[in-house]
């Protein structure tokens, strides 16, 4: 039989569920923290793994994740763990490509991921595909300005974004991403250049960056459109805060968590709405902590 849709609702068909994991608190941690339907983070998850931080993460296969790259507290990586449907974190694979730290990742294709950006001392632009199997392939040659510290996300359903993050100064030009998984030129900026910013997709087709640093803590988000358009600073809610991550949830919101506001490391979230509002600071649950990565599975 087909699912009875109730009248005046629609089917949501994007991820459930989300996670948080690695990171640091001024030592390296493997720890992770799922994030309910409804938005609701969990306690730390013992860590598996390497310990490792500035990794970056995405989803793949429709309904599972992969933490990638990163580094390890004694050099670049280029490690991988898979997520299962059921939020599982598998152990280390061999990492395939250029190690490397500070980079980001999005969803492309319905089904499939990509890492893209980052540094191993130098500026990098290169990209790895990942498969709908979780396999990570070989460098794609870079295209678009080489940068670390920057952010990615889903939009159009297939697509994806990269944008913003440092090259010897705060930058916001973007990359849209195919739904065959190549990476476009450089997209004049939107909104104020920032770095170590946060991003996810909601609404099923659209995306948003959210947070960072540039010259000083920062709240305001930028909404993506369906077609990739990104626009203009929307007041930010919440703390002010950097090092962060984002992800969907509940098949159509997202959530921002973790990262420092200068001071400290802290574990608060912002949950996303399926209209792209964000809500005021929500208690943290989990170790306080940065430099950390999330994605959606299930």
């Not at 991921?113 to 500026?123: A, H, V």
């Not at 040659?141 to 100064?169: E, H, Q």
Request: charged share 15%; with cysteine; net charge negative.
């Amino acid at each position: 039989m087909f699912p009875i849709i109730p009248a005046n609702s629609a089917a949501v068909s994007g991820n459930q569920e989300g996670i948080f994991g690695y990171g640091t608190t001024g030592s390296n941690a493997s720890m992770t923290n799922l994030v309910s339907n409804a938005g609701v983070v969990a306690t730390d998850t013992a860590g598996v793994g390497s310990a490792r931080e500035r990794l970056a993460a995405c989803e793949y296969g429709g309904d599972k994740g992969i933490f990638g790259f990163g580094h390890d507290g004694g050099d670049y990586c280029s490690t991988t763990n898979l997520v299962t449907n059921a939020g599982v974190v598998g152990t280390d694979v061999t990492g395939v490509g250029t190690i490397r730290s500070e980079l980001a990742a999005c969803g492309y294709g319905e089904d499939k991921g990509i890492f893209g950006f980052g540094t191993n001392g130098s500026k990098l632009s290169m990209t790895n595909l990942v498969s709908n199997a979780g396999v990570v392939a070989t460098d794609v040659t870079g295209v678009g300005t080489a940068r670390s510290t920057l952010a990615a996300c889903g939009y159009g359903d297939d697509k994806g974004i990269f944008g913003y993050g440092w090259t010897a100064s705060a930058v916001s030009m973007t990359n849209l991403v195919s739904n065959a998984g190549v990476v476009a030129t450089d997209v004049t900026g939107v909104g104020t250049a920032r770095r170590m910013l946060a991003a996810c997709e909601y609404d099923e087709d659209k995306g948003i960056f959210g947070f960072g640093e540039s010259g000083g803590n920062l709240s305001m988000t930028n909404l993506v459109s369906n077609a990739g358009v990104v626009a203009t600073d929307t007041t930010g809610v919440g703390t002010t805060r950097y090092l962060l991550a984002a992800c969907e949830y509940g098949g159509d919101k997202g959530i921002f968590g973790y990262g420092t506001d200068g001071s400290i490391y802290v574990s608060m979230t912002n949950l996303v709405s399926n209209a792209g509002v964000v809500a005021t600071d929500v208690t943290g649950v989990g170790t306080d902590r940065g430099w950390l990565a999330a994605c959606s599975f299930n």
